[in-house]
C-alpha cells in the first residue's frame, strides 16, 4: 500500500496519471482445460475487483483516476513487457518488502540482472515508511 500512496501522491502532484498493473500468474495445475479456463476466468474477476477497491483509494488521496493492466505471465516478464508497451509510462514505482528477507522478488530481479532492460527511473518505497513520511517526500 505504500507504493500506491506515494504514486497515487506523486501522480497528483505531477499533474500525472497513474496505470495499476495486475498480473495473474499461470497455475502449474493445467490438467483439464475445461478446469483452466473456470480458474482464469476467476482470477481475472478477482483481479478487476482488487484494482477496483485499489482505485478508490488512489482516487481519494490524488483525484487521479488511474488505468488498469491485467496480464497474464511471470510477474518480471510481464512488468517488462507494460513497460515497452505503453510509451507513457515515465516512472515504475515498486513496494519493498518489510521481511528480513529483502525487499521481495520482484524489486530484486528489476533492480539487479534486469535493470538494463528498464527505459524509465524505478522508484522503490520501503515498507517500512509511515503514511506521514510517505506524504512528506511527495
Known sequence: MNALR????????????LVMIYIIEPEEFQHWI???KVMREEAREEAEERLESL???VRSLSGVMPEFAIREGE??????????EDEDIGLLVLGAGV???GPGPLVQALTTKYITKMR????IVPGSL???EIDAVC
Open 99 to 101: 521481511s528480513g528477507e
Open 34 to 36: 475445461g478446469v483452466q
Open 6 to 17: 506515494f504514486a497515487a501522491r506523486r501522480a497528483a502532484k505531477t499533474n500525472g496519471g
Open 130 to 132: 509511515t503514511l506521514e
Open 120 to 123: 524509465i527511473p524505478v522508484t
Open 55 to 57: 482505485a478508490d483509494e
Open 75 to 84: 510477474k518480471r516478464e510481464q512488468v517488462l513487457a507494460h513497460i515497452e
